[in-house]
């Protein structure tokens, strides 16, 4: 252990060359020999070389891989509460981030309790949030930059407003510091941030699926009732206009008033309303859904001769999608947009590339918007500007539009070309999209099992995989990946996956479960069916009133098709073990369901037994040597069957008067055998030859009259017997 560490630390500490590749051991040796021999009696120090402060940290990181059997880091606790569904683990996360928000609450409730800085230097990110400020505090201008930096807006206005009264000088950059905050935060204090379980566990998979939809954007937030931003409109969504956008629809009121925007104040406040002041109001409008007065901004600086920054254009761009509902006149906007800076010299961003190509892909699926997007990334290219994760994803969203409909590859092809091998880098905030999207289209659009592995691949490389940032990523990109590898690789490569990923790195929802079960029962991996049912309980499977009797339904059915014939004492085993397993978590008794209901608190057993489940766990039990536990699951459908959707099927029966002959218990016998002939069981009549062929056994007088009756019936039977379903 000693030594490993020591060698992890000689590798942090080893020189490296001027590419910052590792100088070998054999160049540094013959470089101290030479060393040596030029002066002998001198030591020479070696120069010092800059490292970055986490390098020892990278250097002990880079010996570590992912390892699948552990949990995630969010979920290291006591081995019995790691949770494994995926609801366990949306629960968990947001318990935690709960905890957060009650520590942060008594951080801002009693910070004079808690302010305490022993750190050298100090770290204000780790001390409680500053609420208050001594009444003698001096209003100037470092006491507002004081109050911007712990983001409250109104102090810091409000220290502005003391110190103009005092007469304290306050310098413009200070000023625009402050309107541009203002514009941020909407004329409002900082909000506080989410914990990272909550965005991990909160955030959606609406907008993950393949239907794009445009952001819904918040209204700039009035400060009082009937107050206005800056602009005196108010914005009101309402429902979306034909495609996919969310229209905006912008009305002005005569009765706002105006005198409350901390933004419009400091606007006028401003001696120079210089393009920078401009630039930051019109972003900050389109940032809180104001598009068409940040439009209005924009033909004011126009007017102005003022020249708006790449930020700027790239806010107009994106506001496009809510300012012009027809499509082609969306382009023409655009074009215009890219015009003017080209004029005024402003050189284009990535994220204006990526806001064009956001609008791309509402538009049309055309070829023409195809090709324009890949203009778009041409002229990124010859700018030297490397398309982000974001900007790929919106190329595949234009070319892929639709689920379901077959593609050409090509696109992709490129696409996974273009970054396999490389480490990515965060660049814009949608890039955790990417490989959601991508396997999406993949399973939906293409159906191809190389490029899935391709795409893996890909996520594996280095620190990649953390671009699955969220809950929603990670289920919607493995769900796809397994939809893919069950419909065209092979049974052994998907069961090793299976065992790779899933519950810690993944934990399949019942569609997939659904999918998984079916492949099982294609391939007959016996062997997987006790693997199967302790997934189905692991993943919650059993709480929800419909897919509880699915699963069940469909792992029994499975088990009936794969036990008949001989089967290893082994395998008889482990499935009586399911079948006590499967009354354990759903008990057959409605006052037990709604004991153990009561006494859990949580929908775990809600299920609704049919009588064909009952058949197929009662012959289950018969197969695995389990007589005692079938005649259980008899006692509790025979004196309520009527109440059962269905019948048992026949060899079910059949098969337990049979197991009661061999038992010579002709009393139990008779009693399954008047259930089939109530039933109008096809196989009553074999089973009463069965009984009768048996001269050993002492049949009473009523017994014998049942026997006779059975045996005598020629014709079908008039009672109508009720289909056998199946809740699969």
């Given at each position: 252990m000693f030594a490993r560490r020591a060698s992890l630390f000689a590798l942090a500490l080893r020189p490296h060359g001027p590419q910052g590749r590792m100088v070998s051991n054999a160049s540094n040796s013959k470089q101290t020999a030479k060393t040596a021999q030029s002066s002998p009696d001198k030591i020479q120090i070696p120069n010092k070389i800059e490292r970055s402060p986490t390098a020892i940290l990278e250097a002990i990181a880079s010996t570590i891989r992912k390892d699948h059997s552990a949990p995630d880091y969010m979920f290291a606790d006591d081995p019995y509460l790691i949770p494994t569904?995926?609801?366990?683990?949306?629960?968990?996360?947001?318990?935690?981030?709960?905890?957060k928000r009650a520590a942060r609450h008594f951080l801002a409730k009693y910070p004079n309790l808690l302010f305490k800085d022993n750190a050298d230097p100090s770290i204000p990110a780790y001390l409680p949030p500053k609420t208050t400020w001594p009444e003698t505090m001096e209003p100037n201008e470092a006491a507002?930059?004081?109050?911007?930096?712990?983001?409250?807006?109104?102090?810091?206005?409000?220290?502005?407003?003391?110190?103009?009264?005092?007469?304290?000088?306050?310098?413009?950059?200070?000023?625009?510091?402050?309107?541009?905050?203002?514009?941020?935060?909407?004329?409002?204090?900082?909000?506080?941030?989410?914990?990272?379980?909550?965005?991990?566990?909160?955030?959606?998979?609406?907008?993950?699926?393949?239907?794009?939809?445009?952001?819904?954007?918040?209204?700039?937030?009035?400060?009082?009732?009937?107050?206005?931003?800056?602009?005196?409109?108010?914005?009101?969504?309402?429902?979306?206009?034909?495609?996919?956008?969310?229209?905006?629809?912008?009305?002005?009121?005569?009765?706002?008033?105006?005198?409350?925007?901390?933004a419009d104040k400091m606007l006028e406040e401003l001696a120079d309303k210089s393009e920078r002041a401009y630039c930051s109001l019109l972003k900050g409008l389109v940032k809180h859904g104001n598009y068409d007065q940040a439009v209005q901004v924009y033909r004011k600086m126009r007017d102005a001769k003022l020249v708006p920054d790449s930020q700027a254009y790239a806010a107009l761009i994106g506001a496009v999608l809510y300012t012009q509902s027809e499509r082609e006149e969306r382009v023409?906007?655009?074009?215009?947009?890219?015009?003017?800076?080209?004029?005024?010299?402003?050189?284009?961003?990535?994220?204006?590339?990526?806001?064009?190509?956001?609008?791309?892909?509402?538009?049309?699926?055309?070829?023409?918007?195809?090709?324009?997007?890949?203009?778009?990334?041409?002229?990124?290219?010859?700018?030297?500007?490397?398309?982000?994760?974001?900007?790929w994803t919106q190329l595949l969203l234009i070319f892929y539009p639709i689920d379901g409909k077959e593609y050409n590859s090509?696109?992709?092809?490129?696409?996974?070309?273009?970054?396999?091998?490389?480490?990515?880098?965060?660049?814009?905030?949608?890039?955790?999209?990417?490989?959601?999207?991508?396997?999406?289209?993949?399973?939906?659009?293409?159906?191809?099992?190389?490029?899935?592995?391709?795409?893996?691949?890909?996520?594996?490389?280095?620190?990649?995989?953390?671009?699955?940032?969220?809950?929603?990523?990670?289920?919607?990109y493995y769900t796809n990946?397994?939809?893919?590898?069950?419909?065209?690789?092979?049974?052994?490569?998907?069961?090793?996956?299976?065992?790779?990923?899933?519950?810690?790195?993944?934990?399949?929802?019942?569609?997939?479960?659904?999918?998984?079960?079916?492949?099982?029962?294609?391939?007959?991996?016996?062997?997987?069916?006790?693997?199967?049912?302790?997934?189905?309980?692991?993943?919650?499977?059993?709480?929800?009133?419909?897919?509880?009797?699915m699963m069940v339904d469909r792992l029994l059915a499975i088990m009936i098709k794969h036990t008949e014939g001989d089967l290893a004492d082994e395998w008889k085993s482990k499935f009586a073990e399911i079948v006590v397993g499967v009354q354990t978590r759903c008990?057959?008794?409605?006052?037990?369901?709604?004991?153990?209901?009561?006494?859990?608190?949580?929908?775990?057993?809600?299920?609704?037994?049919?009588?064909?489940?009952?058949?197929?766990?009662?012959?289950?039990?018969?197969?695995?040597?389990?007589?005692?536990?079938?005649?259980?699951?008899?006692?509790?459908?025979?004196?309520?069957?009527?109440?059962?959707?269905?019948?048992?099927?026949?060899?079910?029966?059949?098969?337990?008067?049979?197991?009661?002959?061999?038992?010579?218990?002709?009393?139990?016998?008779?009693?399954?055998?008047e259930a089939m002939d109530d039933l109008a069981v096809e196989e009553a009549k074999s089973s009463a030859q069965l009984l009768r062929g048996r001269a050993d056994l002492a049949l009473q007088e009523g017994q014998r009259a049942l026997i006779d009756r059975i045996l005598a019936r020629k014709d079908k039977p008039v009672k109508i017997r009720i289909a056998e379903t199946s809740l699969y």
């Open positions: 569904s995926s609801l366990q683990k949306r629960s968990y996360a947001l318990a935690k981030a709960s905890g507002i930059f004081d109050c911007m930096q712990w983001g409250k807006l109104d102090k810091a206005y409000e220290t502005y407003v003391k110190a103009k009264q005092e007469g304290a000088r306050v310098s413009e950059e200070c000023k625009l510091a402050l309107f541009e905050l203002a514009c941020f935060f909407n004329s409002s204090d900082m909000e506080e941030e989410e914990p990272l379980e909550e965005k991990w566990a909160k955030k959606g998979v609406e907008d993950l699926k393949g239907k794009r939809r445009v952001q819904s954007a918040n209204a700039w937030k009035r400060r009082v009732p009937l107050a206005s931003c800056a602009s005196g409109l108010v914005v009101q969504p309402h429902g979306r206009q034909p495609a996919d956008v969310h229209a905006l629809r912008v009305v002005t009121d005569s009765a706002v008033d105006r005198s409350n925007s901390i023409n906007v655009i074009t215009g947009y890219l015009k003017e800076m080209s004029k005024h010299g402003v050189a284009p961003t990535l994220e204006v590339f990526n806001q064009f190509l956001r609008v791309l892909s509402f538009g049309p699926k055309t070829n023409k918007y195809q090709n324009m997007a890949l203009s778009v990334l041409r002229e990124m290219k010859k700018l030297h500007i490397e398309p982000s994760l974001t900007s090509s696109v992709m092809r490129t696409v996974l070309s273009e970054l396999t091998g490389k480490e990515l880098e965060w660049r814009h905030p949608e890039d955790a999209e990417f490989f959601p999207i991508a396997m999406r289209k993949i399973a939906a659009c293409l159906n191809d099992v190389d490029l899935a592995y391709e795409l893996d691949a890909l996520l594996n490389h280095g620190n990649n995989a953390a671009m699955l940032s969220s809950f929603a990523h990670v289920s919607l990946l397994f939809d893919v590898l069950m419909e065209l690789e092979t049974f052994d490569k998907v069961v090793a996956l299976w065992e790779q990923l899933v519950p810690n790195t993944y934990s399949p929802n019942r569609f997939t479960m659904k999918n998984f079960i079916d492949l099982v029962d294609r391939c007959g991996a016996v062997q997987l069916i006790p693997r199967l049912w302790s997934d189905v309980v692991s993943f919650d499977g059993l709480s929800r009133a419909t897919d509880g009797p008990p057959l008794v409605a006052e037990e369901q709604n004991d153990r209901r009561e006494s859990r608190g949580r929908a775990l057993n809600r299920m609704e037994w049919t009588a064909p489940m009952l058949g197929n766990l009662l012959l289950i039990a018969l197969r695995c040597n389990g007589f005692d536990e079938a005649w259980k699951i008899f006692e509790v459908f025979s004196p309520k069957r009527a109440s059962f959707v269905g019948s048992p099927s026949g060899r079910s029966l059949a098969a337990l008067v049979a197991a009661c002959v061999d038992r010579e218990d002709v009393g139990k016998a008779t009693s399954v055998l």
